[in-house]
């Protein structure tokens, strides 16, 4: 939506996790956050750093998606999903598993592929 | 401090305006809630607008001096912008400048133009109200975040699609007499259930239709009306306004909408009631499961028995505490910016008496609640009619 310029700090967030290297923000806290971050949304603190993200994430909610946005047409119907690794969560498309066999709890990992649309890259949830 | 008394209110009908500008609908709004006021323009002192998509849908932005020009009004003018919560944090700003005597008169309203972007091109708009990065670009659509928390909802306390179909009937069947109202027509849980599935377990008779329409009050201070000898019986005596963070994977609880308990904790106390005194609220069902999380956040409901309230008869017309008597954003229609200020406009025509479903009304005490995107902003307020 911006043309050729990137987006700073997500681009790169969602590059290392096509990498196998995916990260989230930690404080000294502990909390959790995702880039771009200068300040933890938590606590406050401003000294975050880099964390591993963990390999296997849980799915916390998902729906089956029949109407979806015009840069999803061709994507359309997919299950969108919220999963959690570690202290933070995640938003993406469900893919490797039929819509009705999707369920909260179900463990999957992460990966960077292609929105059938438009060809951007789209976090993708499939089951581990 | 003065009370904020409405002096007046005016709504166009919601329905399906494609080739109407959002500065005639507003015009038309405003014009009827001076005429309900009986307030002549020029005594306007300030303009408060709200309105979500103007930019994507009129290619217009800068929509405050260009609504009050539209309205006949000469005054200062600002356009807010909260997603859905628009109009309400326009109303909120409204009510403050008006108690704390910086303001004697002042016009608050809100319009959307929708149906000329089509369902793919609305669709579209309504999603850019969620977090681009992290949710819009997950495949998230605005159905698709409120079935993520029906689908949470379900998993924590329980409940079904028939459940949710119960609120559809009943806003449906509220809204047979209002006027103003986009669908007049009762449906059946089986019409809910068999309805196409937008996204699961939301089908298209969950969801709130794509709506052109605008909405507009007239806010005076204690003194004003005294001075004019108003008809002013209806006065906002609370407000109150919560934050989310913004994406819903942020969120402590998936089936929760804080932000509203925040809100409406603070506008009851403001107004010096609690939740055992609401006669009568209108809440922001923009898809079934969000009346389910509305009622719950203003304590009219414990968390777990929203779900079967209007199953149970407790929300509806002729139940203890009705619910969206206007029909609600489901079937009175959803103008986003609208919104928040029709809800204010339904409640003193309920409070009051001339509205068609007042006689369901058993109390003074009215609740407006208006949410924004998936509740990462919620306004509250509270209104009360004199005995």
Do not use: W
Not at chain 2, 189 to 196: S, Y
């Amino acid at each position: 939506m911006t043309g050729d310029a990137r987006d700073a700090g997500f681009d790169e967030f969602v590059e290392a996790i096509d990498d196998g290297e995916g990260y989230y923000l930690a404080c000294p806290d502990g909390h959790g956050s995702l880039p771009p971050r200068r300040v933890c949304p938590e606590c406050g603190a401003r000294d975050l750093t880099e964390r591993p993200l963990p390999d296997g994430g849980t799915i916390d909610t998902y729906t089956v998606v029949h109407v979806g946005t015009p840069a999803f047409e061709a994507d359309t119907p997919y299950v969108t999903a919220v999963a959690s690794f570690g202290p933070v969560r995640l938003t993406g498309i469900v893919r490797g598993i039929d819509a009705d066999e999707v369920s909260v709890g179900i463990p999957v990992g992460v990966t960077v592929e292609e929105r059938a649309t438009t060809g951007d890259p789209v976090l993708v949830f499939r089951p581990q | 401090m003065t009370d904020a008394r409405v002096a007046g209110v005016g709504l166009t009908h919601f329905g399906t305006y494609p080739d109407r500008t959002g500065r005639d609908l507003f015009a038309e709004a405003a014009v009827r809630a001076l005429d309900d006021a009986g307030i002549a323009p020029n005594a306007v002192e300030e303009v408060h607008y709200g309105n979500f998509m103007g930019e994507l849908a009129e290619h217009q932005g800068h929509q405050g001096p260009l609504v009050a020009e539209a309205a006949g009004v000469s005054a200062p003018a600002t356009r807010y912008e909260s997603a859905c919560a628009s109009s309400g944090a326009a109303v909120r700003e409204t009510v403050r400048n008006v108690r704390n005597g910086e303001v004697d008169v002042a016009l608050v309203g809100g319009a959307e133009r929708m149906n000329n972007l089509g369902t793919a091109g609305a669709t579209e708009a309504l999603a850019i109200a969620a977090d681009d990065l992290y949710e819009v670009r997950a495949g998230m659509t605005f159905p698709g975040a409120y079935a993520l928390m029906a689908r949470a909802y379900f998993r924590e306390f329980g409940g079904s699609r028939s459940d949710l179909a119960a609120i559809a009937v009943k806003n449906h069947r509220h809204a047979l007499p209002n006027e103003h109202a986009q669908y007049r027509s009762e449906i059946s849980v089986e019409d809910v259930l068999e309805a196409p599935m937008v996204a699961d377990p939301l089908g298209l008779y969950d969801s709130c239709p794509l709506t052109d329409g605008a909405s507009a009050v007239v806010l005076v201070s204690e003194a004003y009306a005294a001075e004019r000898d108003l008809d002013t019986p209806v006065s906002i005596t609370g407000t109150g306004q919560g934050g989310d963070r913004m994406a819903l994977q942020d969120r402590e609880h998936l089936a929760r909408s804080p932000a509203a308990e925040e809100a409406a904790a603070e506008a009851y106390a403001d107004a010096g009631i609690d939740a055992a005194d609401v006669a009568v609220a209108e809440v922001h069902d923009c898809f079934t499961i969000a009346e389910v999380l509305a009622i719950e956040s203003l304590g009219l409901a414990k968390h777990g028995a929203g779900i079967g309230a209007a199953r149970r008869g407790e929300t509806t017309a002729d139940g203890d505490r009705p619910v969206n008597l206007s029909g609600g954003l489901k079937a009175k229609g959803h103008p986003v910016g609208a919104t928040g200020t029709s809800q204010i406009a339904e409640l003193t025509r309920l409070l009051r008496g001339d509205h068609p479903n007042s006689d369901h009304v058993d109390g003074t005490v009215g609740v407006a609640h208006n949410a924004g995107g998936t509740v990462a902003s919620a306004v509250v307020h509270v209104l009360e009619v004199e005995p």
